[in-house]
C-alpha cells in the first residue's frame, strides 16, 4: 500500500526526482572511479614488472634505479660490466638471467637492448607478452647475421607512428630530440609488434644487445661530424666483424628469475656479495610498491576529495526532498484524511529518498562501469593503468553502503519535516 | 449515537478558548449543519470529530468512543474504518486515477473492505455504483484527476467518502467552489447517499441557504459568545 503510493507518488514527480538521482549518481561515479582507479593504478604500477625476481645494477639508490630501468624515468644510472651476465646465469639458484640496455630512443620511445630470450621470462601485470604481428627478433649468429639489425615495437610506439611489420626504421643516440645524431648506417627491421599490455614496455623499441652495440661500432672512437666518410668506416667496421664481437662490454640492468623465489634473499645476499663491482639486487615489486607510497598523500587527498564530494550531493538530496516537500503538504492532508498516520507520512518520505538514493547509486554504479569499459583501452594506451570491469575494490562497496545509509540518515530530516507537517495540518493543509 | 460532545471546550494552545460546545448528540443516519462566519471554529470541530487534534477540556465521542482516551494510532484506524472526508477542494491524489483515489479508503481499512465486499461484491463494484449515482459513470475509471472538472473531482471526493460504508461522512465547505446550480445537484446526491447508506453527515458551510436540508443545525459565532444550538 506505502509502496505503491510512494512509487506512484515519485513516478508522478519524475522530472525532479531524476535529478536528486542524477546528482547521487555523479557523486557515486566519482568516488567509485577513484577508488578503482587508486587500486588499479597500484597495481599495474607494482606490476609494471613481473616476472622477474631481481633487477640487478650497479650499487646507488634502487628507486631511482628502478625508475630509469622500468620507466626511463630520471637520470639514467651508471652501467655496469657486462660480465656480469654470465656470472649470474652460472650462480646457484639463479633460473635464468636476462641483460637489458638503455641509452638511444626511436623518436620519444626509449630503446631497450635485451636478448631475445626476454620474450619469454618478462611479464607485465602477471600477463606474459604477447605479439600482436610478427614475432621477436632471433638470437644474432653467425648464420643469421641479418638478425642484428630486427627489432619489436611496443603496442604504442607501433600505433603511434604507424608502423608495420617490414619497415625500417632508424634510431638515434642518446636521449633524442632534434638535432641528435642518428644511426643512418645501422636501419632496423621491424619483425613484430607487441600486443598492448599497460606496461611501459608499450611505448619501448626492442632490440637485441649485439644490435644495440652495432649500432655503436666506431663511435667514440672516430671523431663525430665526419659525415659520410665516419659512416663509411662504420659500414667497413662492421662488415668485418663477427657477429660475436658485437657483445657488449656494458649493460644497464640484469633481470634475473629464480628457480625457487623463497631463495630470493639468498641469491640477493650472494649478487650483493659479489667483489669486481658493487652490485645491487632489487625487488622490483617491492621497490616499487614503496615508490607508490610516496604518493599516497596524493591519492588520500583525490580520496578525500570524492568523499566530500559525494557528502555534499547527499546533503542537496535532502535540500532538495525538503524543497519538494511543501509542495506535498496537500498529498499528506488527504493522505492522512483517508486514516493514514502522520508515521506512515514519515515511512513514505523515508522510503522514497532512500529508493531515489539506491536508484541513483544504481546509476553511477552502471554508467560508471560501463565508462570504463569504453575507456579501457584508452587509459591503458595513454595513462599505462589497466583497468578491469567489475574488480570494484571491497571499501568502494563499503563507501557506496556508507553513502546509502547516509542518504536514508539524512531523509529523516524530511521525514521528521513531514511527520511535524502532517501532525499540525491535520487535514487543512495549504494548497501549495 | 454517532457524536456525543459535552461540555466541549477547544483552544488553540495558548489562546483563549475559540469553540465551546455545552451539548451536541447526532444519531446514526442523521445529519448536521455547522454553520457560521470565518475563524468562529467549524474547522476546529471538524478537527475534534475526526480526532486530528483533541478537546482542550470535555468529552468528544465518536462511535460511542471517546476520542481523549484512545491513542493517535486508534484515532487514525477509527478515522479510517468509520469516516469518510470530502474538503472544499483539492480532494483527490493527482498521481491515482479517478478509480484510485476511490479504492484509497478500501485499501487502507480491512473493515471498510470487508464491508464494501459484504453489500456490494468487491469494491470496484462499489465505486462503479457510486459513479453511476453521482453522474459520474460517462468517464472512464482510469481518468486522471485533472482531467476532470471542479465540480467533477468534487464528486469523486463524495464517491470516496462514501466508499466501504462508513459510519460518518464529514464534509468542509464541499460546495464552496462550486456554482449555485452545481451546489444543489451536489447537496442533493451527498444527502441522498447518506440516506441510502444510513450514514450520518456532518456538512461545515457559511451558506445559511443549505440548512434547512439538514436534520440538525450547529451555529458558531467565534471565540467570546457562547455556541448556540438550534434545534430543529
Known amino acids: 500500500m506505502i509502496w505503491q503510493l510512494a512509487l506512484k507518488s515519485a513516478w508522478s514527480r519524475r522530472s525532479g526526482l531524476s535529478f536528486v538521482v542524477l546528482s547521487v549518481a555523479v557523486s557515486a561515479m566519482l568516488v567509485l572511479s577513484v577508488f578503482q582507479l587508486r587500486q588499479d593504478a597500484r597495481q599495474s604500477f607494482s606490476q609494471a614488472v613481473s616476472g622477474v625476481d631481481l633487477m640487478v645494477g650497479p650499487r646507488g639508490s634502487a628507486s631511482e634505479f628502478l625508475l630509469y630501468t622500468v620507466f626511463q624515468l630520471g637520470r639514467p644510472s651508471r652501467n655496469m660490466q657486462a660480465s656480469h651476465l654470465e656470472t649470474l646465469e652460472n650462480m646457484p639458484g639463479v ?14 620511445a626509449p630503446v631497450w637492448g635485451t636478448s631475445s630470450a626476454f620474450f619469454g621470462v618478462f611479464r607485465v601485470q602477471q600477463q606474459p607478452l604477447v605479439f600482436a604481428k610478427g614475432r621477436a627478433f632471433a638470437k644474432p649468429s653467425a648464420d643469421n647475421r641479418s638478425a642484428v639489425f630486427e627489432l619489436v615495437l611496443g603496442a604504442s610506439v607501433a600505433s603511434r607512428y604507424r608502423h608495420h611489420v617490414g619497415d625500417q626504421i632508424v634510431l638515434t643516440h642518446g636521449d633524442g630530440g632534434e638535432l641528435a645524431a642518428r644511426h643512418e648506417q645501422t636501419p632496423f627491421t621491424v619483425v613484430g609488434v607487441l600486443a598492448p599490455t599497460g606496461g611501459s614496455i608499450d611505448r619501448a623499441v626492442l632490440v637485441s644487445v649485439q644490435g644495440f652495440e652495432a649500432m655503436h661500432v666506431g663511435w667514440g672512437v672516430m671523431p663525430m ?27 644497464t640492468a640484469i633481470l634475473v628469475g629464480l628457480q625457487d623465489r623463497s631463495r630470493v634473499f639468498q641469491v640477493r645476499r650472494q649478487i650483493e656479495n659479489t667483489t669486481t663491482e658493487p652490485l645491487m639486487a632489487v625487488l622490483p615489486g617491492v621497490t616499487l610498491d614503496e615508490l607508490w607510497q610516496v604518493l599516497s598523500v596524493a591519492e588520500n587527498t583525490l580520496l578525500l576529495v570524492g568523499l566530500v564530494v559525494s557528502l555534499a550531493s547527499l546533503m542537496s538530496v535532502a535540500a532538495l526532498m525538503l524543497a519538494g516537500l511543501s509542495a506535498r503538504r496537500r498529498e499528506f492532508a488527504i493522505l492522512r484524511a483517508v486514516g493514514l498516520s502522520p508515521a506512515a507520512m514519515m515511512r513514505l518520505v523515508m522510503l522514497e529518498t532512500a529508493v531515489v538514493a539506491l536508484v541513483g ?20 594506451q595513454t595513462m599505462g593503468v589497466s583497468v578491469r570491469v567489475w574488480s570494484i575494490p571491497t571499501e568502494a562497496w563499503m563507501a557506496l553502503g556508507a553513502m546509502l545509509l547516509t542518504a536514508v540518515a539524512i531523509a529523516g530530516i524530511p521525514a521528521w519535516r513531514a511527520y511535524r507537517w502532517s501532525l499540525s495540518d491535520g487535514l487543512s493543509a495549504p494548497q501549495a | ?19 465551546r460546545i455545552d451539548a451536541l448528540n447526532l444519531e446514526a443516519g442523521q445529519s448536521l449543519f455547522v454553520g457560521g462566519p470565518s475563524g468562529s471554529g467549524k474547522s476546529s470541530l471538524l478537527s475534534l470529530l475526526s480526532g486530528v487534534v483533541l478537546p482542550t477540556a470535555g468529552d468528544c465521542q465518536v462511535l460511542g468512543q471517546s476520542m481523549a482516551a484512545l491513542s493517535p494510532v486508534a484515532r487514525d484506524r477509527l478515522r479510517a474504518d468509520a469516516m469518510g472526508i470530502v ?39 462499489q465505486a462503479r455504483g457510486l459513479f453511476e449515482r453521482l453522474g459520474l459513470d460517462a468517464l472512464p475509471p482510469s481518468t486522471p484527476v485533472h482531467q476532470l472538472s471542479v465540480g467533477q473531482q468534487q464528486r469523486v471526493a463524495v464517491a470516496r467518502a462514501f466508499m466501504g460504508s462508513p459510519a460518518l461522512v464529514i464534509a468542509d465547505e464541499p460546495t464552496s ?15 441522498g447517499l447518506a440516506n441510502a447508506g444510513s450514514t450520518s453527515v456532518v456538512m461545515v458551510s457559511h451558506d445559511r441557504r443549505l440548512a434547512d436540508r439538514f436534520d440538525q443545525q450547529l451555529w458558531l459565532v467565534g471565540p467570546r459568545p457562547l455556541a448556540e444550538k438550534i434545534p430543529s
Open chain 1, 95 to 108: 633460473a635464468w638471467a636476462v641483460p637489458l640496455q638503455l641509452g638511444d630512443r626511436y623518436r620519444e
Open chain 1, 225 to 251: 661530424g665526419l659525415g659520410s666518410g665516419m659512416a663509411n668506416v662504420q659500414k667497413d667496421l662492421l662488415a668485418d666483424m663477427p657477429v660475436d664481437a658485437l657483445t657488449p662490454s656494458s649493460l
Open chain 1, 361 to 380: 547509486l544504481l546509476v553511477g554504479l552502471l554508467a560508471q562501469q560501463s565508462g570504463l569499459m569504453l575507456a579501457s583501452d584508452w587509459l591503458r
Open chain 2, 1 to 19: 449515537m454517532v457524536i456525543s460532545l459535552s461540555q466541549l471546550v477547544y483552544a488553540w494552545p495558548g489562546q483563549s478558548p475559540l469553540l
Open chain 2, 87 to 125: 474538503f472544499q477542494q483539492f480532494n483527490l491524489l493527482p498521481y491515482l486515477s479517478m478509480m484510485d483515489n476511490v479504492l484509497l479508503p478500501v485499501k487502507v481499512s480491512h473493515r471498510r473492505h470487508a464491508q464494501s465486499c459484504d453489500r456490494h461484491g468487491h469494491p470496484v463494484a
Open chain 2, 177 to 191: 467552489a462550486l456554482d449555485d446550480d452545481n451546489r444543489d445537484a451536489f447537496l442533493e446526491l451527498l444527502l
